[in-house]
């Protein structure tokens, strides 16, 4: 039997719309289940921040406000070094996003998890 991969750090990338925050909230849950001893970490534009951040299945909450604080190559870069630091795991890329997929890959994520389409390869 092959072994299992480690999942001790897991990012999840959360939508940016507070309707599809509050709908993520049954694989938060199943997350947790499936992986009571991980640390699992959103990430979460500010509008989502406050439903998120009261997530009992969540550790952490890291914000990422790409049209505000977070604009900008060097913002940007900021925030791959704090996922980096993060050395998570995988990262669940719960929304349509070639940005989200793109930091995840820049910060070395080496697990992805997300939609099949042309935006998040």
Not at 57 to 77: P, S
Not at 95 to 120: E, H, Q, V, Y
């Amino acid at each position: 039997m092959a072994s299992e991969m480690r999942l001790a750090r897991i990012l999840v990338a959360a939508p940016n719309w507070i309707g599809e925050a509050l709908f993520i909230t049954p694989f938060l849950s199943a997350l947790r289940a499936a992986r009571p001893s991980a640390r699992i970490t959103a990430l979460s534009v500010p509008r989502v921040a406050d439903i998120l951040r009261h997530a009992p299945q969540l550790d952490d909450l890291i914000l990422y406000d790409e049209d505000g604080a977070d604009r900008g190559v060097a913002a940007k870069w900021r925030l791959i070094r704090m996922l980096r630091a993060g050395q998570f795991d995988a990262a669940f890329i719960l929304r349509r996003s070639a940005s989200r997929t793109a930091l995840a890959w820049l910060a070395g994520i080496p697990a992805r998890i997300g939609f099949a389409n042309a935006k998040s390869n």
